[in-house]
């Protein structure tokens, strides 16, 4: 048997299991050892914790004696029970090869010293990395480019890559500069407010302004966290404005100029 659960039982308010693995918690690479915890019958309910100091006891049968299991350098074995964790108690409790003999027989037991229940603090969440692939480019096209540089910001069409609508936002002024001395380029979730599956969102960011002649990009790359609260990452100082109009014969070609994102998804983080 890979895993027995014992019957519930009530202490200090709350109903436990305990549970048995009497060949070793293969799920945390456990061998050669039974491994036994104390495991709160009901789910924990969310935003709570429970915790408890407890003993685990080993009773010999043949014997007639009790063996306190305690684990290393603690007299007392001390759980945090909530919506992730169910089950604390020790990986190792006694050596399989000593009780391999069906004919020793033994119990297990518990006596829970104390409980208390307090709120969390945070919520559960859950990180996923995403498979490798190629980036995903997307191609902004802006005309009119001497109009639009006397505005404060302007913005592409909303374009996908992966669960997420973005944009590119182009500051011809600089964004957050008081001298105007530089072009700022950034990235920026398209609807911040919008309900997506992932509450985080980890990924690589390539932001350029195409060189239509020679192909020297002005360009930057960057990892960065893309979220509700943070919906918006990038360069305030990609290029000053005086080094952009030095090169403006190639990066401004028929009053069009072009701009580009590549988007390389890493990870994301989903709220439990």
Not at 40 to 48: E, F, H, N, R, T
Not at 193 to 198: I, L, N, Q
Not at 247 to 261: I, P, S
């Amino acid at each position: 048997m890979e895993k027995y659960k014992s019957q519930v039982f009530e202490a200090r308010g709350y109903k436990w299991r305990l549970v048995i693995y009497p060949n070793g918690n293969r799920s945390r690479n456990v061998t050669k050892h039974i491994s036994v915890y104390l495991a709160l019958a009901d789910p924990v309910m969310l935003g709570l914790e429970v915790r408890a100091a407890f003993h685990l006891y080993l009773y010999d049968q043949d014997k007639k004696e009790f063996l306190e299991i305690k684990p290393q350098d603690a007299e007392v074995i001390k759980g945090c029970f909530h919506l992730l964790k169910h089950e604390c108690g020790l990986d190792k409790f006694v050596p399989l090869e000593k009780y391999k003999d069906c004919r020793n027989s033994f119990s297990v037991g518990v006596k829970v010293e104390y409980v208390c229940e307090s709120g969390t603090t945070g919520r559960g969440e859950s990180l996923s990395m995403i498979k490798a692939g190629l980036p995903i480019t997307h191609k902004w096209k802006i005309a009119e480019f001497s109009t639009k540089r006397k505005e404060e910001c302007v913005e592409s069409q909303v374009f996908t890559v992966g669960k997420h609508n973005w944009k590119i936002k182009l500051y011809p002024r600089g964004k957050g500069l008081k001298n105007n001395s530089h072009i700022s380029l950034y990235l920026a979730l398209a609807d911040p407010t919008a309900r997506v599956p992932s509450y985080k969102t980890y990924a690589q960011v390539s932001l350029r302004i195409l060189d239509q002649c020679k192909h020297k990009h002005i360009s930057a790359t960057d990892k960065f966290w893309f979220s509700g609260s943070s919906s918006e990452h990038g360069w305030s100082t990609l290029i000053s404005v005086a080094e952009f109009d030095g090169m403006k014969n190639r990066l401004v070609v028929g009053d069009v100029c072009f701009v580009e994102a590549g988007i390389y998804l890493v990870g994301e983080v989903k709220v439990l």
